[in-house]
């Protein structure tokens, strides 16, 4: 509980502070946006604007673990503002070669706050990540970030966009990634048919699914 209290107080605050981040977009005002999303993330996170930008995001969520447990509202705020970052840049200078490289970045740290966090219910993060999947398409992604879009995938119960991206890991000898799909698709099995075929992924893929990785990890 104390933690989800904290989670929302984070998005909370956030969520003040995008209104002049967005009211700055919409005038053409894009270096007070910069301002604004700066002072934000050294006052809501307490991270250097110029590190977050210069580190690559399996660093950022390193450094904000506390031993095993992610600072997941930090996490959020920071892929927040990234994408808020990128969304400029993109107006402002398109020609700009890290522009999708911050949209990456935002979206690894969506995917990793909210796979850390049970029963994640806010919608306008959720289609925050739909957008930055949208944007994204076409890119080639990282292999790490690509993983966690499979488990979000799951999460989300969008098992044939899962699967897809499991054997595109698979293609890409990702790590212990065999195995893990086995569990994927055994955990499938469980599900009902209605869930299944919602989900795009008939009960016969899976078993298909099941029958082709287990072969091929013999």
């Known amino acids: 509980m104390i933690r989800s209290d904290y989670i929302m107080r984070m ?41 977050i930008k210069a580190l690559p995001a399996e660093e950022i969520i390193r450094l904000l673990h506390i031993g095993d447990q992610l600072e997941a509202g930090k996490c959020l705020v920071i892929g927040r503002l990234l994408k808020e970052q990128a969304e400029i840049s993109q107006i402002s200078d398109p020609t700009d070669l890290s522009i999708s490289e911050l949209y990456e970045k935002s979206l690894s740290l969506y995917l990793e706050a909210i796979l850390s966090i049970q029963d994640f219910k806010e919608t306008g993060y959720l289609q925050d990540v739909t957008e930055l999947i949208s944007v994204l398409d076409g890119y080639s992604l990282n292999q790490s970030v690509k993983f966690k879009l499979f488990r979000y995938y799951e999460w989300s119960g969008e098992y044939a966009k899962a699967d897809n991206l499991l054997f595109e890991l698979i293609e890409a000898d990702y790590p212990e990634i065999k195995s893990i799909g086995i569990a994927f698709y055994q955990r499938l099995q469980r599900k009902s048919d209605a869930d299944l075929v919602l989900g795009g992924l008939p009960r016969l893929e899976v078993e298909e699914g099941l029958r082709e990785i287990s072969n091929d990890k013999k």
């Open 11 to 51: 998005i909370e605050q956030l969520s003040r502070v995008l209104v002049q981040i967005v009211f700055h977009k919409k005038n053409g005002e894009y270096e007070q946006a910069v301002v604004q999303i700066n002072s934000t993330l050294k006052s809501l996170v307490g991270l250097d604007p110029e590190i």
